[in-house]
Structure formats: C-alpha cells, structure tokens
C-alpha cells in the first residue's frame, strides 16, 4: 500500500482525493495539507476516511510514513514544493504544468538527477480512453507513418477576466494539454510553431493581453505536421476531438456523451451534447494516471509522463506565444532553455 | 434500344417516366397511355420527348414496335392488362402487387407458362443501393447462416382514409414492400406467420376494418425468424431500416438523409430527417429496377423479381390478415392459391 | 451509513461488493456469507475492508447491528431467505428473478405485507444511462403516446449445457431482464404475448429442451406493442440496443463502446465493438441500483423495483413459455398467481 | 432551352455533357469541340445525342445558334477562349481556375467589363448538398458569428508525377478548392495566409518542386481562423470534411458512403468507406452548378460563383505557395493584381 499525502485541497487536490480513494487500489491518501486548512476541508477529507490535516505542507515532507506526495497547489508553487519533496525523498506527483519559469523546472530536473524518486506530471488526458486508443493504434502502426495530427479542444465557457488574467495565457493555461497531446499521439516532438489567435469570444480578453480562439500549426521533428484549434467557448459543451491521418489509414476519436440516445421528432434528430466539462470528461483519467504513477513506484520502471515530457508542452506554449506576438513561426530552438 | 409504352399517368407511372428517361441509358420512352388522358398529362410527357399519348392502353399492346410495357395503372388492373399484354408478345414489367385476387395471378401465371416474355415485378426496394448492401454481405457468407431478419418500415403521414378503404388493408398496401425484403435479405421463404397490429395512430382507420401500426413475425422455412415492425405515421419521417443478424455477425442499414451535417447547439446535437418518402427516398432504386428488366431482356436472362417472387408477399400478406383476425399464428399453406 | 450483509460471494455478490464499496458513500458492507466460505473469499472480502465472514448467513440474520441484506445467493434460495431477512427485520435487495416458483414469490410477498422493510428487486438495467435516458424521454412526453417498444438483447457468448439445463430456460434466464426494460420503458404492463424461438445457435440446447434464438411479441395493457429479438449468441459481442416509438418521434439507444475510435483504413472504416459482457456495459447500474436502495432506506421512501415489479417479468417469462410450447398468443391473465 | 457548347472533351467536359443531358432540364447541349476530335468522341457524343463535333472551337464561337459554352479545355487556354467567347457573345461557364496567369484574369475582367454575358466559375462543390447545408445554416445565423472554418480534404491517390510536374502546384491545383470553400462556407475573404507543407506521400513530388501534404491557416478579413488539411492520397478514399465553429454552434459534414451499411462481426464494427473520388462524390453538384448557370441566364440573375469569386482563390493560392517558399505569413494585398 503506497501512502499518499496531498498538498492543496483545491479543485485538482479535490479531484485526485476522490480518484486515489475510490479508483487506485495499491494506494491511500494519509494525509492533506492546504494553507487555508478549515473544519469545511477537514470534514470533506474525513468523508475519504482522511483524518490527517495540515495547514502547513512540511508536516507531509517530514513524515517518513509517506511515500509520496501530489502536488496540487497553485502552480507558481510547484517546483519549489517539488525540490523539497525529491529531498524528502518523496515520490512526486506533479500536476502540470511543472512551472511557467523555466528556471524552476531547470532546478527541478537539476535535482531529480541527484535522487531516485519518480517525478510525473499530471497530463491526464494521455490516460483517456479515446486518446489512448489513437495511441495504441498508432503505436501499432495501424495508420501507417504519421502525417497529420489534428486536436481540437474547446471549453465550454469562458473563464472570468480575473482568472484570464492570472493564467499565463491561453497557450499556456489552456492549450499546453493539447501540445502534449500531439507529441503523445504523434509519438515525437515538435520542431517549430505557427500560431494564430483572436479574441473573439469576449473582447475584454484582448484588452488583458490574452485570446480565446486560435489555431495552431506545429512542425514535427520527424516531417509530419501537427494542428490544433482551440476556443475558450463553446456553447455545446467540452469538445475534445482528435485526429491522426498516415500512410496507411486515419483514426479519430468524437467525444464522449451521457448517454447514445438519439430522439428523433419532427424537429429533427437529436443527440447528446458532450460530456460537460474536464470533470465529467476526464475523472477516470485522473484516477488512471495515478495508478500508473503508484504502479511505476511499486515495479521501479518508468513513470508515463516524466519531467522532460512535461517541459516539451511549455516550451512549445512559450514558442506559440512569440509566435502569435511577432507573426512568425518560431523554432522551440529558439526559447532558451 | 428497348421501346417500352407506359399504361398508367399516375404516381408510379411517372416516377418510371423520370427513371426510364433520365437513367436507363438502353431504353427509351415512345408511348404512354391513360384513361384520363388529357392536355395536362400530354404537356408532362412531352417535357420527356414522349409524343404518343393514348386514352386506351390496347393502342400500346397492338404497337409491333413496342418491345415492352410497364402496367401502372391501378392495382385491380394489373393481371387483367398483364394477360392481355402477356398475349401481345409484350415483354412486362408490372407494379407490385400483382393482383389482390389470387385467382388473377393463377391466370396469369398459366399464361406465362405458353409464353417466353419477361415478366418482372415491381418491388424496387431490392435495388435499394442500403437494402442490396445487406444483400450482397449475407449472400457472400459475412454474417454466416441467418438467424434473425428484422425490417423497421414506417411511413411519415397516413393516408386518407378514403385511400385506406380500397387500400387491400395494411399488409397488402404496406406491408407487402417489407415481406418482399424480408424474403430478399434472407434469401429465403416464410412458412407461418403471426401478425399483432392496432390502429393508433388513426382511431378512424380502425372504423374501417384496417390497422395502421403492427409486428409482425415471420417463421422462415430455414428455421430463422423475420420480424417487422410498422407505421403508417413516424413524424420524423419515412423510416426504413433493416437488419440481419447471423451465426457470423450482424449487418443492418440506417435511413439516409438530405446531408451529413451535425448542427451543435446550446440545445443539442441535431442531424438530419430522413429523406421525406419514398420518391425522395428510392428514386435511384425505381430506375435500377427498370434498368435491370431492359437489361434481362436484352440479353434474355432471368428478371431480377419474377411472377413467383412477386405471389409471395401477397400470400404473406393474406395470411398476416388472417393471423390478426384470429389472433393466431397461419401457416402460408393454409392459404389456398 | 447503512450497515449492508451480502448473502453470497459468487459472480453476482462480488459485483455488489465492488459497487457499494466503491461507489454507494452511505452504506458499507460489513459481513458476507457464503456456504463455501473459504481463505480466498475471506482475502479478497479484506481488500475492500471486509473482515466478517460467515459460511452460514443466519449469522448476518442474526447481527442486530446489520440494517441490510443483499440476497445474491443461487435463484432457488431467495425466496426462503428473502422470508427469513424480512422476519428479521432487515431490508432487503433480492437478486432476480425473485423465484422461479410462483408460490414462494406469494408467501414473500405475503411476508412483505406484514412488515415494513423494504424490499428491491434486482433489474440493474433501469438503472442504466441508456435505458433511463429513454424512459425520461418517455416520462417527458417527448415521444408522445408510446405506439411501439424494441429491445435487442444479444449476448457474447451461449451459456455451458450445464448451465442451460438449471437456468429455468431462456425467457427466465436472459429475457426476464428485457420484459422487465419493455415495462419500464414504456411505463405499462403486459396482456399478452407470443413467442417464437429456435435453437439455431447450439443443437445441443434444443435437446435439453431450450432454445438461444427469440422473438417476443408482447400487446400491453395500453394497446401499444413491444417486440423482443434475442440470441445467446453474438460474436461481435454484447448487443444492448432499445427503441421505443410514439406519436411524436421515437428515441433508440445504441451499445456503448470502450472508445469512440474510429480507423479508416484501405479496408474499411472501423469502429469499437460493444462493450464486452455483463460486468463492463453495466457495472455503473449495479452501483446505482443499492444507491437508489439504500437512499430509499435512509429516507424511508418507495423503492424503484419492488416486489410487484418483479414479480411481473417472471410471469411474462411463463407466459412466453407456454406460448412457445403451444405456439399461440398467450394472456399473462392464463397464468395461475 | 438554352443551348450550349462544349469546349473540351476531357474528363471534366464529359462530366459536364452527362450533368447537363441528364440533369439540367432546360438546357440541351448542341455541339462539342475539341483539338483531338475523333471517331471515339463523336461516337461518345452521339450517346447523348450530340451530333455536332468540332476540332476547332471557333466552330462554336461562330454558331449564332448557341447561347452559352462551357470552357472544359487545358487550364492555360481557359481565360483566352473565355475572352474570344466573351467577345462572341456567349454566356461562359468556366472551369476552374479561371487562369494561373494573374494578368489573363485581368483580360478577362477587363472583357467582362464591356459586356453584359453572364461568367460563372467551376468552383462546383458549392453545390454539394453537405456543404450548402453547412452555408445554409451559417447565413441562417445558427451558429451565430463565425469564429473557426476547418476544412478537410484528401485525395485517395496521389497524381502522377508527370500530372505533378503541369499542376501548377497543389495549392493552385487541389487545394485552389478548398481556399474557395473557406470562403463560401464563412462567407468572408481571405485576409492573410500561412502554409505549412511537405511531400509525406512520395518524395519524387519534393523533387519536382511540390509538396502532397499541408496544413494552412488563413486569417479573414471578419478576424475569424481558416484552417485547411490536405493530403494527395488517403488510402480510404476521398475525405471531404468541413467544419465550421461559432458563437452559438458548429457545424460539421461528414463525408457520403455508398451505403449506410454497418457490419459486425467478431473482427469489428465495420461501415463504408467514402465514396472513391470526385466524380462518385461530385456529380450532383456538376450538375447542379449548371442548372444554376442556366437559371441565371434565364432569369437574368447574377450567377452563384462570379469572376471576382474565381479570381480569390487563385490569390490564396499564390499567396500560399509564397507562405510555403519564405516560411512565413503572407497578406493577400502582397500578391500584385
């Protein structure tokens, strides 16, 4: 049994305490630690049957009972709370992204080359089932070599001005899922970015320095090349689509819906909107995801997602923003890292 | 160049206008005959280059360049004109059903033995491009051996109930098109049948002795069983669907539709109505059906839909009546022919 | 917390296990029992924090601190715990069917008057995403005066000789769940039906005296018709389909897949087969179903499936029966109760 | 009837001969001309009635009989017969592209300035019934302002490289239609265009100069995104697939099958693949942009895809392959005209 304590007992935190306790089998959360620990959190935790509550993160650093950590905090704290953990000699469950300073991440991985911990970055959804089936089917060699990669990734509403505002853009808030998503079903990396975005969804998004629709071109390292389109809303709900086309044949995948009926009236033929939104989309991913990284800890191999992996989607975010501020395609080469 | 004159103005007789003269490239048009010819009907046959218009048939059967006739007059007509044709040396294609009167299909059943004109009947449906890719996937060993065959027909309003009074009833009006498929998609005969049907849709159509919605289950001599559903009125409209299921796997055929488009809105995901009925629907399958009787004859190979398989559905069709008289199920042998 | 005792540990009891440890948060199990108890039963019961095992389960009878039971023993058990669990005081969940002999269904049902436990029927499939987003369409009016109901219901796989000689045949072993969906569905009960069936899948059923091929026509009480279409055997796996049609449109239910793939390649366009069996379509049910139970409990309200309820399926299946032996149209009034 | 000649006895100009002789009512075509005229293209010719043939089109030209030719000839040819028919006072219909010589198109313009003949462009999967659903349902304002237009389209065989070398480029070739399908399905002109391409399919296209693979974004003048993929050769046939994304919806078109057959079997759930290639797909729509022609002619109306409209996707192309060449975005106003 791996004991897990949980740092932030926000949304993500909430997230992953639901999908440990019900969904991984070889683990337990034993304890969570948030800055604003309230009796309201204490009696959510409890219902997981978690009785251990911190306000200050350390007191999980320093109980040697714990074998790992989620970091589940505000992302500007990830890569700090991430050293000391791997100096605890903690195994590491990083929600993404790592960081937006490339520094921290630079000290981040300065430090895992110095421990034996497992380091993985919550990328949830290359633990989907409909993407994971265009991975296997590609890995398979199904459709052949791979030419085209299309995602399309669609919010269904529009974050607050406040939140847009504190995000790190779009590309980075936002899109950073769907640049790992081409390099995971693609299977390689990205050379270069082409990005063209708009407000068009709400004006004040511009007026904060940000964009709510864009698409994306990506050169891949090996020929083939990536596209993703991206809106901040979409009225129908959470569309979360993708597509990769090859010599040998194309495998898509539609989204998920609550159910396959199909009302037919005089009005027409009716079926489900998409599932709502990321919770109701993708909880089995993240309860998946950490039974993987609890499974890479008990075996010792690799874990599914690891610190470079989580490092490619920024620095693409980085590029596709220069991209989009100078209207130019831009090389990953040329971030410096 | 096959010379066929049309008996018949009506509904059916000028869809075989529009089929013959837009798409059987081997046949052409040169008379048509109705008893209520007119300036009207005149003006119409024109438009197709057809300048021979007669009020009696009898003008077409006694033309010695007319190879072939095509009998769309009204149902009562069918046998009588078939015979007389049949004696002209006329090869004949006839819409279904033959005759309500089983007499009258023994006659002219007796009549084609003397003679070696085709004689084709008018279930277009088999030429459906849906209902032949059943066809072809069960005749070439997909599904395996058949066990189960099931037919959805329903159609988008009911009819009059004038035209329900000298309608034959449900089953021979209706019904007759899906006993034929199920024969069709099967390759195989019916040995008993059991018929449930009620008039809901129409109270008013149970006043005058018929139904207008019904299953209907089929005893097949190979030991499957069909089973169809009905109604004279599915306000999304005309619903024709169909399945085969087998020791091998399973095919069926959804409806088709004016576009593949998918409208997603706040209010749902909506696809297209099916093509409205049955001119929208199986246009394409009354010219096939013609083209495939020019062609027999031509080079005098068997009609796609002889004298025997159109008798068929009509005895099916007796017995259904017969089985939801008395609520039991009929053996086709019971029906005497 | 509702304090659960599973009486049970075969197939069906470790189901229920896994649903309500993992997903029903009000209630808990707190003893099985099983008359073959042994050290696996006991270390699989540990991993979901079960640690009271009984071979005999009068103890769990007997435990006043046990407000539940969940009767998962084999069918012909049932009834006489059934009585024994509401003589003590126990609400209880009872598998289907509840018996296979109409008598021991009256006696419970007689017991029930007596006491004021509740008592749920296990049909799991009403409680199905599919199956409840057609009966809300229906409830709704969305579809108008239910005219027909269709449920296919195909498994994977035909059952073991062994098992088809004690399953009580077909209709009361795989159809019973599908007079139940044609109930539900359609919110009335049954008059009458008709059978027609075959052993076309296996020879060897036929000769102990089964069959793995159906269809079921079923006149409820309202006048509107339901059809059934089942096989034991599916070799695409298992098809779960349902369609219920009425004045103002009909809604269907297709089978649910693993993902929502699709590879086209030179051979084809591809898609997922149905989800595989029992366990993967319809684990979610199972959960819900003693969710629903044990809220009924705690609120002290009707539950979803009673003894009525199921009683219903079970005459049906004697009524299809009979009119299999007999070939005619069966009334469910014939069946002595 | 209008009476119309041919000019171009190539694959498209027979195209054209079986849409106008079948389809478009009130239209005849009365003679063909072509450089290589001979006794296989008269005998063609007859077939449809057409017994006028021509090695010279002035032959044509000259026919105070004909109201209108169709420019079916070699693309370099278009624009200075368009002048000749222009200045001969016929109506023209002309393939596309009008002219890869951006100063012909000039000429051409400059002739249409004098005259009152009416000019429509071959850009004939305007008329495609998916498509126009989706136009119908952006000028009906059901998916509110345009934000995303995605189309997809693919070849199922890459051309020879000999056809390669005299394209003129994909962009100018294939793609010239999907510049103008963004067009008419957003109903907005390009503003600037950024092109991504490489040749995946076959390396000898690299050779020649070309590419068979591109993604390219195309800003519009309204500030909503274009996005185009394209392949030379989907080895599951013609994938012709358009979306277009907004404030209240999306609308996407799938492409058309043969059937809508679906087969199961232990190996799969198994559908159609698309109809081959352009003309299985694209017939309707040959045809139907004529009787749009002729209407227009008739009527004196404008005519649906006018000189203007032929003349945009020419400019996307150009500025395409310059986007291509420089690596970088490239505005329409750049392209000299």
Same mark, same amino acid.
């Given at each position: ?33 948030? /800055?604003?620990?309230? !009796? ?23 109980? /040697?009972?714990? #074998? ?43 430090? $895992? ?16 089932? @409909? ?5 296997? *089917? ?33 590309? $980075? ?6 640049? !790992? ?13 082409? *990005? ?6 709400? /004006? ?25 389109? @991206? ?7 959470? #569309? ?11 495998? @898509? ?42 499974? *890479? ?41």
């Amino acid at each position: 049994m791996i004991k897990i304590g949980i740092i932030g007992a926000g949304r993500i935190g909430r997230v992953h305490m639901e999908g440990v306790t019900t969904g991984v089998k070889n683990a337990t959360v034993v304890a969570i630690a948030d /800055p604003f620990m309230n !009796d309201d959190i204490k009696k959510w935790a409890a219902e997981y049957g978690v009785k251990t509550c911190y306000s200050d993160y350390h007191n999980i650093l320093d109980d /040697p009972n714990i #074998d790992a950590v989620m970091i589940c905090s505000s992302t500007d704290t990830h890569a700090d709370i991430a050293i000391e953990a791997i100096r605890a000699h903690k195994h590491v469950f990083c929600e993404k992204p790592i960081s937006q300073d490339l520094g921290k991440i630079k000290a981040v991985m300065e430090e $895992l080359k110095k421990s034996d911990v497992k380091f993985q970055v919550g990328f949830n959804r290359r633990f989907d089932h @409909n993407f994971q089936a265009i991975r296997d *089917a590609v890995e398979a060699g199904k459709i052949g070599d791979v030419h085209l990669i299309r995602v399309t990734a669609r919010d269904p509403e529009a974050p607050s001005i406040d939140y847009v505002k504190s995000s790190g853009g779009m590309f $980075l808030d936002m899109t950073i899922h769907d640049f !790992d998503m081409v390099c995971f079903l693609s299977g390689c990396k990205v050379k270069e970015v082409y *990005a063209a975005g708009a407000a068009l969804v709400n /004006p004040d998004i511009a007026k904060v320095g940000d964009i709510d629709t864009a698409v994306i071109t990506l050169k891949m390292e090996n020929g083939s090349i990536g596209v993703i389109d @991206n809106s901040r809303q979409a009225v129908y709900g959470y #569309d979360q689509r993708a597509e990769v086309f090859g010599s040998k044949g194309q495998i @898509n995948v539609a989204n998920d819906t609550p159910s396959t009926a199909v009302l037919s009236t005089a009005d027409g033929v009716i079926s489900d909107k998409p599932l709502y939104f990321f919770l109701e989309r993708y909880m089995a991913s993240f309860t998946k995801e950490v039974a993987e990284f609890t499974k *890479a800890i008990e075996n010792n191999t690799k874990v599914p997602v690891d610190v470079e992996e989580g490092l490619q989607p920024i620095l693409i975010a980085i590029a596709a923003k220069k991209s989009l501020d100078e209207n130019r395609p831009v090389k990953i080469s040329e971030i410096k890292f």
